[in-house]
């Protein structure tokens, strides 16, 4: 189901490193995979991470590349786990989270699916309403695919054959 309201989350590839300086006059670049709506907030997701993590300002740095990854196989339906960092009440927690789609980028919407937007599409609140957790907060720590014999959770185990 696609509709002007439902936001759908795309998966970019943003390259970065910190300015040139007397010091370092070739800094070490960064790359990293965001899942954004838009290349604009790609950007805002990528330097996020690098203030947290490398202690890089978007001030002092530099984007190199912001580069949309389309979704190849489109026809069949996979099992995505994925590992996402969030900052709740009570501190920073880890969870796995696993989805059945087509594609990597819908998993990860079904993941950000915001609560109004759940009853239209007749899915789960997953993060935001189990969790109380809003889009920003979230962090996507990484992706894989599953086999069968790996599947956890038990309204994924329901849909395999």
């Not at 040139?20 to 790359?31: G, L, N, T, Y």
């Not at 900052?87 to 880890?94: D, K, Q, S, Y």
């Not at 889009?135 to 790996?150: A, E, M, R």
């Amino acid at each position: 189901m696609t509709s002007k309201n439902i936001p759908h989350i795309k998966q970019f590839l943003v390259a970065g490193r910190a300015l040139p300086s007397r010091d370092e006059a070739c800094p070490k670049i960064f790359q990293m995979t965001v899942f954004a709506p838009n290349y604009v907030v790609a950007k805002q997701r990528f330097w996020r991470v690098m203030r947290m993590q490398n202690k890089i300002k978007r001030t002092n740095g530099q984007t190199l590349k912001v580069e949309y990854i389309p979704d190849k196989d489109t026809l069949t339906v996979k099992n995505y786990s994925i590992l996402a960092r969030f900052i709740c009440r009570t501190g920073v927690m880890n969870v796995t989270k696993e989805f059945r789609d087509t594609t990597l980028a819908g998993a990860v919407s079904k993941m950000y699916l915001v609560p109004y937007l759940s009853c239209a599409l007749g899915g789960e609140q997953e993060m935001s309403g189990r969790h109380h957790i809003k889009y920003n907060n979230i962090d996507i720590v990484g992706t894989t695919v599953l086999k069968p014999n790996q599947i956890r959770s038990e309204a994924v185990k329901q849909f395999v054959v």
